[in-house]
């Protein structure tokens, strides 16, 4: 099983990045996929989540209406389109995968740097 994230990077305050993460070894389109973030020394945070087949999703309160979670099953990949990024966004994001209907994350990828500058 692998989840490789990538697309971090450094932009300045109100850019935007969009992280893609890809994934193998496992049935793509019978987990939910979710992406977190953790700053160093603060506790992993939830950042969105969407279902299998990408009906449905999730965000954080604080990145509702800046963040898009999406995927596409035929390339086992899922995105986190980030607008309007302040520097409070600035963490490690990692993507994550869940089997259908659970809440508990089973497979983590590697984690890409996201740094926004005032």
């Known amino acids: 099983v692998q989840l490789q994230a990538f697309g971090g990077g450094l932009v300045q305050a109100g850019g935007s990045l969009r992280l893609s993460c890809t994934a193998s070894?496992?049935?793509?389109?019978?987990?939910?996929m979710g992406w977190f973030r953790q700053v160093p020394g603060k506790e992993r945070e939830f950042v969105a989540t969407i279902s299998d087949g990408g009906r449905a999703t999730q965000y954080t309160e604080s990145v509702k209406g800046r963040f898009t979670i999406s995927r596409d099953n035929d390339k086992n990949t899922v995105f986190l389109q980030m607008n309007g990024l302040k520097p409070e966004d600035t963490a490690v994001y990692y993507c994550?995968?869940?089997?259908?209907?659970?809440?508990?994350?089973?497979?983590w990828g590697q984690g890409t740097e996201v740094t926004v500058s005032s």
């Open positions: 994550a995968a869940r089997p259908r209907s659970t809440v508990s994350y089973d497979f």
């Open positions: 070894g496992f049935t793509f389109s019978m987990y939910g």
